[in-house]
C-alpha cells in the first residue's frame, strides 16, 4: 500500500505499507520524505548573528522556534546570558505558539482522524448540547458552548454544504469506516468546536504578534534578548495579551479537554490496546527556562531527561554530546554517523526503484528518505508532548503530574494507556492545558518586573572578541517535540550549521542496525477495518503532528542553479 502524500501535515511525506489483506495488520513500513532540505548549506560562511532570521524559515509554522534555538545556538557560543525581560519574553511568545500549534493540529489537521462529519447530520442538536455539557462536567469545567441553537446552527450549515455538493475540505474523508466510534451528537459537538477554534486560531495569531512583531516569521529576537522594549512597557499590550490568553484557556478548559474525555471514553479500547504505541522511548531536551542565568542549568517547565521502554521508575539526564545522525537509509553521503558539531549535508540521491503496477516503489533495502535518523547514544526515541508529560512524569514534576493524574482518574485510564495514539493526542491536549494557566503568570511575572524600574532587554556582547573561534548549541522544547541547532564559527563566520528537528527524530528511517524511527513503529501492528481505506495509518502518523517542511526544503530536480543574490547590509539612516 502506497500513501503520497500523506495530507493534513505541513510538508511532503510517503507511507509505504506491507498489509496483510486477510487480516488488515500492517505487518511491515516505510516513511519517506520526497523533498531535500539545504537550509544548512545556505548558513554557511554567514553572519552568526544573522542565522536566526534564516533558520526561522526551515519551517511555516515554528517560525519562531526554530529563530530563538538558532540565536540560542550562538548565545551559547559566546556565553551570552538574557537578561529577565527578554527570558520572560521567549517564554510568553513561545508558550503562545504552542497553544496556536497544538489547537490547529488537533481540530485542523487531526480531528478529522476520529470525528465523522457526514454522521453529525443524524445528530439531535438537544443531544449534542447535551453531550458538550456531560463531558465538560466531566473535565470539570464551564462548557464553551452547551446551547441548542448553536449544534442547530451548525446542523444546518452542514446540511447545505452536503445538499451542494460543496464538502471542501470533508470531501474526501473516509466517512462511515467502522473504526469510527462517535456518536452522531458526539460528531456534532467535535465539528462545532472544530469552525470555532478557528476563531481561538486567530486570537493566537494576535498573541503572538503583539511582542512578535509579527507572525509567522517575527522580528523581535537578537543575539543577547529581544527587541521589543517599547511593546514590553506599554501596560495596554500586556494586558491585551493577558485578555486574549484567558479566552484562549477558556476555549481549551471548555472545549478542547472536554473532547478529550470524550475520546478517551470513545477510543478507550484502541488506548488498552496501546494502538500506535511504537518506541515507547522518549526524549526531551527540556524547556522554557524558569528563573534567570544559564539556560542550561535553569529550572524548566519541561525538564529534560531520557526514558527507555515505557519504564517510569528509570529516567536519565540528557546530554547533548549523546546527539548522532544516521543516514544508513537517507539520502545523503556520511562514513558513520555524526555529531550535529561536525554534521555534513551532501546529497546522495539514488532514486526509487522500478516501476510496480505504475506505482514507483521506495528502494527500502537502500537509500529511501531525505529525513537523517537521529540517535541518542545509538537508540531510536520519540520526541513531542507525550515525551514531555511522560519524562515530566517519571521526574516526579510536581504541575505535569498534576496534570496526568488529573486526567487519567477522571478517564477512568492509567498513565500506560498514553502510550498510544489517542495517548498521544490527549498528550497535547494535556500540554495545551498546563501552557494556557501558566502563560499568564509569565506576563504578571513581566509586569512587576518593569513596574520596578527593570527596562533592560539585551545583554550586549562584544562580537569582534568573541567571535572568531566557537561552537554552541540551542536546544530546547518545540510544540513538536526535541528541537537543536548547532553551530561552528571561524573567522567571526559560521563554519557548520546543523539543525536536527522534531520530525526528524520522529519521521527518520531506519538506521545502521535496521531499526525502526517513531512513525514506523508506531504503524508496525496496526490493523486497517477496511484495507482500501488506510484510516488508522493516518490517525497513528497525524497523532505526532508531522512538520516534514522541518526536514525538508526544495531543489531543482535537474541540478541547475536558479538564481544568486547578494544582500547589501547597509541602509541609509
Request: charged share 20%; hydrophobic share 40%.
Amino acid at each position: 500500500m502506497v500513501i503520497d502524500p500523506i495530507t493534513r501535515i505541513e510538508g511532503h511525506m510517503r507511507i509505504e505499507a506491507v498489509v496483510d489483506t486477510t487480516t488488515g495488520e500492517v505487518q511491515d513500513v516505510y516513511c519517506a520524505s520526497t523533498m531535500f532540505r539545504g537550509i544548512e548549506t545556505i548558513l554557511k560562511d554567514r553572519d552568526p548573528r544573522d542565522c536566526g532570521l534564516m533558520a526561522m524559515r526551515i519551517c511555516g509554522v515554528c517560525t519562531v522556534t526554530h529563530f530563538q534555538r538558532s540565536i540560542e545556538a550562538v548565545e551559547n557560543a559566546f556565553n551570552v546570558i538574557v537578561p529577565t525581560n527578554a527570558r520572560l519574553m521567549r517564554n510568553i511568545i513561545q508558550g503562545a505558539l504552542f497553544m496556536h500549534d497544538h489547537l490547529v493540529h488537533y481540530y485542523h489537521l487531526h480531528s478529522l482522524d476520529w470525528v465523522d462529519v457526514i454522521s453529525a447530520l443524524d445528530a439531535d442538536p438537544q443531544a449534542a448540547a447535551t453531550e458538550a455539557a456531560k463531558w465538560a462536567n466531566v473535565a470539570g469545567e464551564t462548557p464553551w458552548t452547551s446551547d441548542v441553537q448553536t449544534f442547530t446552527s451548525m446542523k444546518d450549515r452542514l446540511q447545505k454544504f452536503v445538499k451542494k455538493g460543496r464538502l471542501g475540505i470533508f470531501g474526501n474523508g473516509y466517512w462511515g469506516n467502522s473504526n469510527y466510534k462517535l456518536t452522531p451528537a458526539q460528531n456534532l459537538v467535535a465539528i462545532t468546536h472544530y469552525f470555532q477554534a478557528l476563531d481561538i486560531q486567530r486570537d493566537l495569531g494576535q498573541m503572538m504578534t503583539i511582542f512578535g512583531g509579527k507572525d509567522p516569521h517575527p522580528q523581535s529576537l537578537v543575539v543577547g534578548g529581544v527587541t521589543s522594549i517599547i511593546d514590553i512597557k506599554d501596560p495596554a499590550k500586556r494586558q491585551l495579551f493577558k485578555d486574549l490568553a484567558l479566552r484562549v484557556r477558556a476555549f481549551i478548559k471548555g472545549a478542547y479537554m472536554p473532547d478529550m474525555y470524550m475520546l478517551s471514553e470513545m477510543y478507550k479500547g484502541e488506548m488498552i490496546a496501546g494502538e500506535g504505541a511504537g518506541l515507547k522511548s522518549f526524549l526531551v531536551y527540556g524547556g522554557f527556562p524558569l528563573n534567570d542565568g544559564d539556560i542550561y542549568t535553569a529550572n524548566k517547565l519541561f525538564p529534560g531527561g531520557i526514558v527507555h521502554n515505557g519504564d517510569l521508575t528509570q529516567v536519565t539526564d540528557f546530554d547533548p554530546a549523546m546527539v548522532t545522525e544516521d543516514v544508513t537509509h537517507a539520502w545523503y553521503a556520511a562514513p558513520a554517523p555524526e555529531h550535529p558539531f561536525d554534521g555534513t549535508t551532501t546529497p546522495n540521491y539514488t532514486d526509487f526503484k522500478s516501476k510496480a503496477n505504475g506505482v514507483a516503489l521506495l528502494d527500502t533495502a537502500n537509500k529511501y528518505s531525505w529525513i537523517k535518523s537521529p540517535l541518542y547514544d545509538d537508540t531510536r526515541v520519540e520526541v513531542g508532548p507525550l515525551a514531555r508529560m511522560i519524562v515530566g512524569y517519571a521526574r516526579n514534576d510536581t504541575r505535569i503530574k498534576s496534570y496526568v493524574d488529573n486526567f487519567t482518574s477522571r478517564a477512568g485510564i492509567t498513565i500506560d494507556n498514553l502510550y498510544s495514539s489517542v495517548g498521544r493526542t490527549i498528550g497535547r491536549a494535556l500540554e495545551s492545558e498546563l501552557m494556557s494557566d501558566i502563560i499568564t503568570d509569565w506576563v504578571d511575572e513581566l509586569s512587576v518586573n518593569i513596574d520596578a524600574g527593570d527596562f533592560t532587554s539585551w545583554t550586549k556582547f562584544d562580537f569582534a572578541t568573541v567571535s572568531q573561534t566557537a561552537q554552541g548549541y540551542g536546544v530546547e522544547e518545540a510544540p513538536r517535540g526535541a528541537l537543536g541547532h548547532w553551530v561552528r564559527i571561524a573567522n567571526g563566520k559560521v563554519a557548520n550549521y546543523q539543525a536536527v528537528v522534531p520530525s526528524t527524530w520522529n519521521a527518520g528511517p531506519r538506521d545502521h542496525l535496521g531499526r525502526m524511527g517513531a512513525y514506523e513503529s508506531a504503524l508496525k501492528g496496526i490493523k486497517l477495518s477496511n484495507i482500501n481505506e488506510p484510516l488508522e495509518i493516518l490517525r497513528a502518523v497525524h497523532s505526532f503532528d508531522p512538520c516534514i517542511a522541518c526536514a525538508v526544503h526544495v531543489i531543482d530536480t535537474k541540478g541547475k542553479e536558479l538564481a544568486q543574490y547578494k544582500i547589501n547590509p547597509v541602509c541609509a539612516v
